[in-house]
């Protein structure tokens, strides 16, 4: 059996018995019957008046959830924003279930939702890059498997009629 670091086990006990299981998994930042950090800064937030606009870009404080830091640095507005960009992500997971590309999209949101609680998932510096374009690139391999199914249904190829309303003659060869 591996060793363990018996303070961080500790620790992370007295987190749970003292403030149950999302105590535990946060840290201390959100729940247990102490003020965690989310909860102090959404109070200053809200307290100040500061809640529709937010503070602003350039926190001097270490924001531990993408949710408080857009609810921090751009208020209300913000944080609805990221929200409906999460919503609408899922929502087009969902739709597109069925196939491969749309079950890996699925996955990646979820990803994003969870680990959004913890941490600024889309906008930490680094880390976010391979996130974004694996985003974008199921969302692009999704909209050229629709028009594909598109203009196979409709009879049409594209070859002529995205350049033009006139059929081109010289291509109807081709085809």
Same mark, same amino acid.
């Given at each position: 059996?591996?060793?363990?670091?018996?303070?961080? $086990?500790?620790?992370?006990l007295d987190l749970y018995y003292d403030g149950g299981l999302i105590s535990a998994l946060s840290a201390g930042r959100v729940g247990g019957e102490g003020e965690g950090s989310v909860s102090i800064l959404t109070n200053d937030l809200i307290t100040s008046g500061d809640w529709v606009t937010g503070r602003g870009? =350039?926190?001097? $404080?270490?924001l531990d959830s993408a949710f408080l830091e857009y609810f921090y640095q =751009? =208020?209300?507005f913000a944080l &609805?924003?990221?929200v &409906?960009?999460?919503?609408? $992500?899922?929502?087009? &997971?969902?739709r597109d279930r069925r196939s491969e590309i749309g079950k890996l999209l699925i996955f990646v949101?979820?990803?994003?939702?969870?680990a959004s609680i913890g941490g600024p998932t889309l906008t930490a510096s680094r880390a976010n890059v391979s996130l974004v374009m694996?985003?974008?690139?199921? $969302?692009?391999?999704?909209?050229v498997?629709?028009?594909a199914a598109d203009a196979q249904r409709n009879g049409d190829w594209g070859i002529s009629a995205s350049l033009s309303d006139k059929p081109d003659h010289r291509l109807s060869g081709a085809l």
């Open positions: 059996m591996g060793r363990y670091n018996q303070s961080y $086990l500790d620790s992370l870009l =350039g926190s001097y $404080l270490p =751009g =208020g209300i &609805a924003g990221y &409906a960009a999460l919503v609408i $992500l899922s929502f087009i &997971a969902w949101v979820a990803y994003v939702w969870i694996l985003i974008s690139s199921c $969302l692009a391999a999704r909209l498997r629709q028009s």
